[in-house]
């Protein structure tokens, strides 16, 4: 099926591990995003890539580092995970036109 | 940035009646307003998307308000029935094609059978 897929699913780390997490779309399409989910905080954007080659900050992006491997790969890196960043995350894409409807199913990550 | 507030955060109603959620944006650049549904352990799922240059968007029960003067949207879910049950997302988008979204806090709508 088409989509965008995110591994793992869940992830327990300690505090100063690293870790990175994948995801992968398999619709053509330039741009990649990477989200945090907190409780009565919506969504806030990481980082976010607006085509093949390029990254750019978003609204909170310290503590993460991102990499646009290939065109359909976009990865996060949490280089020393902290408890803060205790969270869901998602990965999601858009292709040219305006919508944006292409969400992964999410990684539960624990920093303990 | 953009700053998008959903209101309320929590909603109850009955089965079979109508549910609305509100949200306002403050850059007036922004010109695309899409609608989440999401189900517990799933990712955001769009449902209906509405552009500036258009005031109202129907999609069978739901339907999707926009106000530009007064820079807010709403979502609004007639006949609702339990599977409606969700949390749900609005968002706004300033500029083209790689522009940032901003998301609002979510409303976790309960229907009551």
């Known amino acids: 099926n088409a989509g965008v897929t995110q591994t793992p699913k869940f992830q327990v780390l300690k505090t100063g591990q690293s870790m990175t997490l994948q995801c992968a779309q398999d619709m053509n399409h330039n741009s990649m995003y990477w989200y945090r989910q907190d409780p009565g905080m919506g969504l806030r954007l990481i980082y976010y890539?607006?085509?093949?080659?390029?990254?750019d900050k978003g609204e909170v992006p310290n503590g993460y580092n991102v990499s646009r491997l290939n065109k359909r790969e976009f990865s996060l890196r949490l280089e020393s995970a902290a408890p803060s960043q205790t969270s869901v995350y998602f990965c999601?894409?858009?292709?040219?036109?305006?919508?944006?409807?292409?969400f992964g199913s999410g990684t539960q990550l624990s920093v303990l | 940035g953009e700053n998008v507030e959903q209101h309320p955060s929590t909603l109850s109603v009955q089965e079979g009646d109508s549910a609305v959620i509100k949200c306002t944006y403050s850059?007036?650049?922004?010109?695309?307003f899409p609608w989440y549904k999401q189900e517990l352990g799933k990712g955001p799922q769009l449902i209906i998307d509405?552009?500036?240059?258009?005031g109202e968007k129907k999609d069978q029960r739901i339907a999707v308000t926009l106000n530009k003067t007064a820079k807010h949207f709403s979502l609004h879910i007639t006949e609702t029935q339990p599977e409606d049950s969700a949390v749900y997302f609005c968002?706004?988008?300033?500029?083209?094609?790689?522009?940032?979204?901003?998301f609002g806090t979510g409303t976790s709508l309960t229907v009551i059978p």
């Open positions: 850059d007036s650049a922004s010109n695309y």
């Open positions: 999601a894409s858009k292709g040219q036109g305006e919508t944006f409807g292409f």
């Open positions: 968002a706004a988008k300033i500029g083209g094609a790689g522009s940032q979204f901003y």
């Open positions: 509405i552009r500036s240059n258009v």
């Open positions: 890539s607006a085509s093949e080659g390029t990254t």
